[in-house]
T-cell receptor, first 117, second 115 residues
């Protein structure tokens, strides 16, 4: 069984500063994908960034980067130069490799990020 | 805008009733997934369809059913509704059904309130 743990229920960050949102995972699969999604107060789920288990380099997408430490089973999201619009819930998710048992995403409990002006 | 559409956006109904939620995937995507987000359970996978066939099932109640039609849109049917079914229901789509690289893009969700 797969499990995603996000230990920070809520965080504050000052505008223009960087912030790290923690995510640890547990899986016995060798091939898997890790995803981060943003959920603003309006409710939609917005895909931010993806990291594959065999990727040697950390993924980056604009101001988002993923600090992937495979041995520690962690996939922390780093947001640089925080903006007021970054205030939202952030979910870490994992998808197992191709198998008949299911290809769903398993989500963590989320971290609510609040950016202070 | 992810390209995934869901209707209706809001739905208010009474216990015991039946509702249908509709989802249209992104153009070209063959897989459709349904997820439920509630305060006590978080985000949970319900069911996946790929090109019209059921591929995977998660924590979906027997009162719930889904299907994917030849035009690839999907419907989630919820019957004998209970108060605890009140939640945000998401549809997501992806091009394929297997690789771990396959990103799922979410629709805006349908907020169901059961009174």
């Amino acid at each position: 069984a797969q499990k995603i743990t996000q230990t920070q229920p809520g965080m504050f960050v000052q505008e223009k500063e960087a912030v790290t949102l923690d995510c640890t995972y547990d899986t016995s699969d060798q091939s898997y994908g890790l995803f981060w999604y943003k959920q603003p107060s309006s409710g939609e789920m917005i895909f931010l960034i993806y990291q594959g288990s065999y990727d040697e380099q950390n993924a980056t997408e604009g101001r988002y980067s993923l600090n992937f430490q495979k041995a520690r089973k962690s996939a922390n999201l780093v947001i640089s130069a925080s903006q007021l619009g970054d205030s939202a819930m952030y979910f870490c998710a994992m998808r197992a490799s191709f198998n008949n048992a299911g290809n769903m995403l398993t989500f963590g409990g989320g971290t609510r990020l609040m950016v202070k002006p | 805008d992810s390209g995934v559409t869901q209707t209706p956006k809001h739905l208010i109904t009474a216990t015991g009733q039946r509702v249908t939620l509709r989802c249209s995937p992104r153009s070209g995507d063959l897989s459709v997934y349904w997820y439920q987000q509630s305060l006590d359970q978080g985000l949970q996978f319900l069911i996946q369809y790929y090109n019209g066939e059921e591929r995977a099932k998660g924590n979906i109640l027997e009162r719930f059913s889904a299907q994917q039609f030849p035009d690839l849109h999907s419907e989630l049917n919820l019957s004998s509704l209970e108060l605890g079914d009140s939640a945000l229901y998401f549809c997501a789509s992806s091009p394929l059904w297997g690789p771990s690289t396959d990103t799922q893009y979410f629709g805006p969700g349908t907020r169901l309130t059961v009174l």
